[in-house]
């Protein structure tokens, strides 16, 4: 683990880090969120009769799409040409989780070939489909919660593999 923030300057200052001499790598990050709401709007979902239209369609949409905008929303990080995005939404239903929280889990794996690691892309593509599942079911369910945004794994560059332990 580096002992110093990489996006400060020796002035204090925030700059964009200069990846320029590092070598293009193979990178993937893995990150998940979970939105929970009452069974009945799960219900609408699974069903597919939620008033805006497919639910789970549309967060998968707009987590790809928020993965390949991160650096549009996140000031230091790199413009990335992403090479793979996927985003997984799971229902969990009632007794599914240990927690006992009834919702959408969501599963995002992004990859790219370059100078920077793509976790931020992940991370951002999680949150964006869970916010994504909130304004569509909103309507119904305002109390909705988006909890657990993190990551899950990231491999590739100098540091190789880093897993989140159970």
């Known amino acids: 683990m580096t002992d ?5 300057d020796e002035k204090g200052d925030v700059r964009m880090v200069d990846v320029s001499a590092k070598p293009d790598t193979e990178r993937v990050a893995v990150a998940e969120g979970f939105i929970s ?3 009945e709007t799960l219900a609408l979902i699974v069903d597919g009769t939620a008033a805006k239209g497919d639910v789970l369609a ?3 949409v707009a987590g790809v799409m928020a993965a390949k905008r991160t650096s549009d929303l996140i000031p230091m990080c790199h413009p990335l040409n992403i090479t793979k995005a996927k985003v ?3 229902p969990a239903a009632a007794g599914a989780r ?4 009834v919702g959408v889990h969501v599963t995002v794996t992004c990859g790219v070939t370059g100078k920077t690691g793509i ?5 951002t593509a999680a949150s964006v ?3 994504t599942i909130y304004d569509m079911c909103k309507a119904v369910d305002r109390g ?9 794994k990231k491999d590739g560059g100098k540091t190789g593999l880093w897993q989140r332990q159970p």
């Open 58 to 60: 549309c967060a998968r």
């Open 119 to 123: 976790e931020m892309e992940a991370l």
């Open 144 to 152: 909705m919660e988006i909890t657990d945004v993190r990551l899950l």
């Open 37 to 39: 709401m009452k069974p």
């Open 4 to 8: 110093q923030l990489t996006h400060i």
């Open 88 to 90: 997984d939404c799971a």
């Open 129 to 131: 489909a869970c916010l």
């Open 98 to 101: 240990a927690d006992g929280r």
